[in-house]
């Protein structure tokens, strides 16, 4: 017997924080770049393997830091996997993915990664799967107007402050039967100023096979998204106590905490699965 349990669902989850009172400063790019893209198509019937894994950390200015980050010091930390795995049955997948390690601009990413599948089970055959975005990006406080590009967006002495934080949105497939997946993940973790917001953007829908005829998609599908935030202030006399640096330490003490946690779980036969998260953390969003 068949049945239906029909999810729709979306989240968006945005961080904006206007001013000189907390937000990512995001790392610039080094001189050297680097830009790459892997394209994948797959039709084929039978076993399947196919990851894909990358790694990317930068910081900024100087080398990566080894212990506490420095004044002026930012540091980005991305990960992304992606993985599909089946034992028969036939799977149709097109997958792209582009990587720039270019300084970015507000709406432009240095990955972007976007994937359609459509599987069909034979002979008790299944697919599980997983795809995770991570954005870790922290620096040390630093002055405004060495990192703010346009004159008008801060005072002279402005100090942008100290920050840690860290993002993901993963999804999981399991012992899927039959289904058509396609998600679209983007992360931006470069910048030649801090008026560009740090980025983190997953969006994934699963839906029927058009050529099962069952109008429903079968497996378990889950979504976990992530972020913890550390924030400090800009400081100003309020924070000065006269015996500490007014440029230093008061920069540095948390001033706001922000952990959220968004999980989901699907399974039977699913006739709409959709969830999408943004993230933004910048001086301008």
Known sequence: MKFGYIATIALVALVAIVGFAAADRLPNATPENQVFSIDTVIDATGAVDDKSTMSWVIAGPGAIPTGILKAGQTISDVTYKDAILTNGGKLA???????????????????????????????GAHLVGEEEYTLSVAGNYDTGEDNI????????????????????????????NSAQVSTKGQIRAVADSADVPAGLNYQIAVTPDANSGSGFAEGTVKTVFAGSIMEAR??????????????????????????????????????????AFAYQSGFRV
């Open 93 to 123: 997948e097109n997958k792209n993915f582009d990587f720039s390690s270019k300084n970015q601009e507000s709406g432009l990413y240095n990955i972007e990664s976007q994937k359609v599948l459509t599987y069909a089970s034979t002979e």
């Open 234 to 275: 800009d400081g100003g006399d309020s924070n000065y106590d006269g015996t500490e640096a007014p440029y230093g330490a008061t920069w540095n003490k948390t001033s706001a905490t922000n952990s959220w946690k968004d999980n989901t779980e699907v399974t039977g036969g699913i006739k709409t699965m959709q969830k």
């Open 149 to 176: 590009r346009c004159v008008f967006s801060t005072n002279n002495g402005g100090i942008l402050p100290a920050f840690c934080n860290i993002v993901s949105a993963k999804s999981s497939l399991v012992n899927v």
